[in-house]
């Protein structure tokens, strides 16, 4: 929140991730929030004590919805900062699980090399997907990446060789992650890897596009030709935005085999891949922002809307669709509203609020900077 | 002849697998002829088709395999939509118009009517038909839905009661989208769209699975009766016990034993289907081609400002793409769930598989859908006998589709005018 008479005159200031001190105060005080949330969990050190506000199941969604927010974030650097639509996100995430699993399970590498080596490998599936877009864009490309989405499980779960077991169709279990000889397996120890990660990751994007590379980016969404006069190469920071895009789903899915534990293709599908498109779009496209929005308003639906609506749902169905059995259809509405609602709430920003909340909380700070003088 | 081999496998093999290929391929035309439709008129890749494959295909299930007993809130919830639907239908307007000529009495309609009545007078010969031709399409119009509505609710012919069904539920799940989802976002960027179709998936998805549950439904039109099992009781009578599902009617077979060394067998249900969507991919192209309503979404396609221009009401245009897309849709999920059976796994996944045939075939192009579905479909059994059951489904088609997007991104027959990078 920014108030009135803040006035950016070069472009460094325009810039600045704090502008002022107030900004800087929100950030130190997220960050202090989130950091301390897991000691007041069971397991905390305050909640040894007695003091634990925070369920261990809120640390589980939390983590979750912490790897989600890095795969969404290199997803925002395609889709929101480049312009390239890709439909693979998951297929990414999956050689990034994989490649991370076997490193570190099998060749023995510990975790903290073997993720940015999962990452990196990850990135060079992505760049070879990414060169489709030497050849095609717009519509095309984003079938070019279905056809990742198709091929890469394909290939993984049907690999037989002796170099690397990846264990067909029913997957790997994966070790937890170590690091300097400490395991973290407990839902506080993972909270706080991802959150560690995910910032860092979060603030090397932010970071990227307010350089030149994240000019060049934004310059070839809102015009590749224009940007190919400016003496943009396209094709290469076209390529290079898969590329990080991919890294940032393979440092995603390292993560999440070392939480799960457990890896399968069938963890990776299609739906996945759109889910996170979705969640990108409803947060907002090419603001820093958006991610964070569209993670947290997914979490919104599935852990706390869901029940809202199930319990309207079953006092009414049994009713209505007479021919179902009263247990069956509970077991459906479990399994339905999720789509159902998701759909629906997508299809909703995307009538209503197709630029996401992040734009609609940009225009609630102008309108609080312009105080007393603005409509909205 | 009997033991040439090609590429290792027998002749016989090679031959049964290229037809069983274009047997699944007519299906995809369907399915691919749908998706070009839309593209064409709405300027919207439909990647929601599979949803409205499998929501066609459990509503003929639904109206086939149950009797109008066991469900009245289904069929008394149909024929209101039926109701609403024919008076729409028959009008072809809003329901204010209706309303405006039927029903109020204000002196603009007496103006009209003066008008009309006055044109008419002018020009002398009028027959009875074009003088009467509101009460005329109203009481043909009443006759065939009363006729439809016998048929929905009788219990001698399900096949026909599930034909209407569908028809109808297809219809109104087109409109519905159309209306609710794809209008909002005329103008918008490619990006919108896409999404809007995939969301509409995803609504699709979540209310098939309430309403239906997760359970696999076949259509039992090509198998054998079920037979009862039931046993004997002390007293004499019997008690059943279940049902085990008969097994598949058999194939029908071509004669080549003689120079081929084994018949070729053409599976009941792919054959019926492959008649059925060829029929119906004829129907709609003779639409398209010779009628002034597939000139008109035609020119719509074309260029819908223009279309505008000349007096097409664009957006009824839509309306009407849309709903008979979704009857498309329908008929190629109820011919899935006569081949194998209709769950979440597979019918959804044809779509899927059929976007690259769209591709091969060209965006634009009518007979691109034709032939891309044929060579897809083969591609996919040839893979299935030479690589491996699990690369024909996942893979083979997604192959073809990465190299069509690298040599020829425009497809077989479609307009050169990609933005090539």
Do not use: C
């Not at chain 1, 108030?3 to 002022?20: F, H, K, L, M, N």
Request: avoid cysteine; proline fraction near 4%.
């Amino acid at each position: 929140m920014r108030p009135s008479g803040v006035y950016s005159t070069d472009y460094i200031e325009d810039q600045a991730i704090w502008r002022t001190r107030v900004d800087y105060f929100w950030t130190v005080f997220f960050a202090v929030v989130a950091l301390s949330l897991p000691l007041f969990s069971a397991s905390g050190v305050f909640g040894e004590l007695g003091v634990r506000f925070v369920p261990e199941t809120l640390l589980g969604i939390l983590t979750d919805g912490g790897i989600l927010l890095i795969s969404i974030v290199g997803l925002n650097l395609l889709l929101g900062y480049t312009g390239q639509i890709s439909l693979g996100q998951a297929a990414f995430m999956m050689v990034g699980a994989y490649s991370s699993a076997v490193l570190t399970r099998q060749a023995s590498i510990p975790f903290i090399f073997a993720l940015p080596i999962a990452a990196v490998v990850t990135g060079l599936v992505g760049l070879v997907f990414g060169l489709a877009s030497l050849r095609v864009k717009g519509f095309y490309l984003a079938m070019a990446t279905l056809a990742a989405q198709f091929i890469i499980p394909w290939a993984i779960s049907s690999y037989r060789g002796d170099f690397v077991r990846l264990g067909g169709d029913t997957g790997l279990t994966v070790d937890p992650a170590r690091i300097l000889g400490i395991e973290l397996n407990t839902n506080l120890e993972e909270y706080y890897l991802v959150l560690v990660v995910a910032i860092v990751m979060w603030i090397l994007a932010r970071n990227m596009v307010r350089t030149r590379l994240g000019r060049a980016w934004i310059a070839i969404r809102d015009n590749d030709l224009a940007a190919e006069q400016l003496g943009i190469n396209v094709f290469r920071y076209k390529v290079l935005a898969f590329f990080m895009s991919a890294i940032y789903a393979g440092v995603a899915g390292g993560l999440l085999a070392h939480v799960r534990r457990t890896i399968s293709p069938a963890a990776f599908d299609i739906t996945e891949s759109i889910e996170m498109l979705g969640m990108l779009v409803i947060g907002g496209a090419g603001f820093p922002l958006g991610p964070l929005f569209g993670v947290a308003f997914f979490l919104f639906i599935e852990r706390w809307f869901i029940d809202f609506a199930r319990d309207i749902l079953i006092d009414i169905l049994p009713s209505i669709l007479t021919f179902r059995e009263r247990e069956a259809l509970e077991a459906s509405l479990l399994a339905g509203l999720p789509p159902l609602l998701f759909g629906s709430f997508l299809a909703i920003f995307l009538i209503f609020q197709p630029r996401g909340l992040a734009y609609r909380w940009m225009i609630i700070q102008a309108a609080w900077r312009l105080r007393p003088f603005s409509k909205a | 002849m009997a033991d040439q081999e090609i590429f290792g496998q027998s002749l016989v093999n090679v031959i049964q697998f290229t037809i069983s290929g274009l047997l699944t391929g007519g299906l995809y035309t369907l399915v691919a002829l749908g998706i070009v439709v839309i593209n064409k008129a709405s300027g919207v890749f439909n990647f929601a088709h599979g949803w409205m494959m499998f929501i066609g295909g459990l509503l003929f299930w639904q109206f086939y395999q149950n009797p109008p007993s066991d469900q009245m809130v289904f069929s008394v919830g149909f024929l209101a939509a039926v109701f609403i639907l024919s008076v729409i239908g028959m009008m072809g307007m809003s329901p204010r118009i209706i309303w405006q000529r039927f029903f109020a009495s204000d002196d603009k309609q007496g103006e009209a009517k003066s008008l009309e009545s006055s044109r008419e007078s002018k020009e002398g010969d009028v027959s009875f038909f074009h003088q009467n031709r509101t009460i005329i399409t109203l009481v043909v119009g009443t006759i065939l839905w009363l006729v439809m509505i016998y048929l929905f609710i009788q219990d001698s012919e399900p096949i026909l009661r599930g034909v209407i069904g569908a028809l109808v539920g297809t219809t109104l799940i087109g409109l519905l989208i159309e209306r609710f989802t794809i209008r909002p976002l005329l103008g918008q960027p490619l990006l919108t769209a896409i999404l809007m179709t995939l969301a509409v998936g995803f609504m699709l998805q979540g209310t098939i699975q309430i309403i239906w549950g997760e359970q696999a439904r076949g259509i039992d039109i090509f198998r054998e009766p079920p037979t009862i099992n039931s046993i004997p009781l002390p007293d004499g009578s019997y008690m059943v016990v279940g049902t085990t599902p008969g097994g598949t009617l058999p194939a029908y077979p071509i004669r080549t034993k003689s120079w081929l060394g084994r018949d070729i067998l053409l599976e009941r249900s792919l054959t019926w289907g492959f008649g059925i969507s060829v029929l119906a991919f004829g129907t709609f192209v003779i639409l398209f081609q010779f009628t002034s309503l597939g000139l008109a979404l035609r020119a719509t396609a074309e260029n819908q400002v223009l279309a505008q221009s000349v007096g097409l009401r664009v957006r009824l245009l839509l309306a009407v793409a849309w709903a008979m897309v979704a009857v498309m849709a329908g008929i190629a999920g109820s011919i899935q769930g006569t081949a194998s059976a209709l769950s979440a796994e597979t019918v959804p996944f044809i779509a899927l598989l059929v976007f690259p045939a769209v591709l091969l075939g060209g965006l634009e192009s009518v007979t691109g859908a034709l032939v891309g579905g044929l060579i897809i479909g083969i591609v996919q059994k040839l893979s299935a006998l030479y690589i491996s059951d699990k690369a024909s489904i996942e893979m083979a088609p997604y192959v073809v589709l990465m190299i069509v997007l690298l040599f020829r991104p425009e497809g077989l027959f479609g307009q050169q005018r990609i933005d090539r990078v």
